[in-house]
Each structure stands twice: as C-alpha cells, then as structure tokens.
C-alpha cells in the first residue's frame, strides 16, 4: 500500500541498489550473495561462521527533475535497516553525487539481527517549514538474509535447530519443554526446533528411509509441525492489519498475503478473499464470532499441512505392521 502524505512528495520513482557488499572488511563475490533481480543479499556464504560486521555500499536514484523545482528544502536520502524479530534499527546518509546518484554505505551488525532484515530507502525535507518530513521511499526493498546461502527473494520458512535450555537464544529459555516453538515475526517466519527437548528429533526430521515405524514418526512430527506452523502465521497475517480511511482493510505483503491467500477459501469458504479479509477484520475489532473462527482457521491449516493424509497412511502403515504384512 502506498502511503498518502498531507504535503508535496516525489511523483518519480526512487530507486535503491546493493553495489557490493564486505563481511568484517573482507569483500563477498557478488555474483553470489547479491540477486538484482530479487534484491536480495545472502549472508550466509561467506565462509566463516562467527563475524560481527557486514558492511553494505548502496546507491540510490531519486528523480533528479523533480528535486530542484519542489517545494522542499534541505533534501536528505538515508538508508535504513531494520527487522521486526529483534527491533533493529540502523539509518545511514546517503550522499548526492555528481552522477545524480546518491551513495554510501551501512553497517549490519550480527549482534542486532536475527534472520532476515529489510534495507529501505527514505527522501526526506523540509517541507512547508517542517524538517524531516518524508517526500520519497524506495517502493521494493531490499532483504538482507543472515541465514540463506543463495540470495532468493521468495518468502518461506526458516528453520533454526537449537537448545532452547542452554543455547544463544535467551528468549527461547522459558520455553525449554516445549519440542518446537513458531516465530511468525518480520519479513522471514522462523520454526525454532528445540534439539534439547526431545532425544532424536532432529534424527527423526531429517532421517530418510528407515523402518515402518520411523517412517510414520517422520510424517507425523513433520505434520503436525507444519499445521502448527499454517495457523500461527494465520493469526500473524490478520493480527495487525492496516485499513484504508474508511476502515477496510488492506491486504497485507510478503508471505502475509500468500497465507491469507491461500488459507481463506477454507476459512470462510464462499467469500472472495476480500469479503473473508473484510469479515475477519470486523469480528475482531468488535469482538464477536473470533472463538467460531477458530474452526475454519484449524480445518485450514490441517489441510495445508496434509495432516489427515499423514494420519490415514501412518494408520494404514501401522495395521499392516500388527499383521506382519511388512
């Protein structure tokens, strides 16, 4: 959704670009760990596990017709790193260049990011007297991937294996029993497995082949996972919607619209995905009919995880098994 400003803005298109990018001052191929195409930068290739410091060089492109003839003074470009997951926030100034392009560099610091953090483009001005008012953005950004070793834009599930008791992850530490914990936060959903809970389960998930019965183990566990996962990312998706002036809401980005896109037609089934999207705001701002929602939301994700199919043939697998047929 594009924003509306009460105040002059840029009409042209702003433009942001990766020029190169540096861990702890070592250079990155680029061919590699930066796509154009998915503006997307992989991080997770450079060869060393432990490092503190990616230093990204950007470059903007700002509609240079429109600059010296608005009602704006005192023009800024900055570019701005964040990520939802842990509350980053990094802001760098670009710099006007004699080739109409503005450059510079920020710094991406391990220690504030978790997974996948968004680098964006933002004008601002002084406009009718008032400084840093907003006249210009970006309007794809950038991802910034700490976990991917190829650059893919396409937004899916990250999964990070680790002890909720004793590992890195301090907030995962009241949680210890729990098997698996979903993080549905920021522009990269992560399934936290937790290697201290259950004895084998990383063998069991990643394990192929195997006996009958680890077989339906794998099914199981990787099903009951993935529904987990369907409604948790549901709930995200419609948690925190934006709505036009007149109160209907705006359909979301990212993997947030590919959830409630594909989730909708069996939660409110006979709806088109706006009506559903329009209903479900509605209940859950007035506070009738969530609780009655739950069904639909529930059938959905069991449908999306093949949960039922997984059950049947691990039934089917375990009868055959009790009559020694296998």
Sequence with gaps: MKAVYPYPVLFGD???EVLSVSVDDSPLPYATCVSTDEQTVALHLS???HWERATLSVAAVLPKAELPDGPWSQVQCVAVLTEKATNARTVARLAGGEDGRW??????LK?????RATLSLIVVATVEGIAGRVIGTAQ?????????AKPNRASEVNILASDFRNGELEWLRPYADAAWLVEPAGDLPTVH???GAVEGLMDVLNGSGG??????????TAGQIAQDVWTSLFHAAVSDLETEDDGTPVMPGGWRESVLTLMMPDVM???TTADALYEISKRRVNGYGWAELQTGIQYAATKRSQLTRKLTSAVRSAARAEKGTV
């Design 211 to 220: 006996s009958v019965a680890e077989r339906t183990l794998r099914e199981l």
């Design 140 to 148: 794809q950004p950038w991802y910034i991937d700490l976990m991917a």
């Design 111 to 115: 220690s504030l990011h978790r997974v």
């Design 103 to 108: 450059h510079g560099s920020i710094d991406l």
């Design 47 to 49: 060869g060393r596990e």
């Design 14 to 16: 702003t433009t942001a």
């Design 269 to 271: 089934p006979g709806r």
């Design 193 to 195: 497995l937790n290697t």
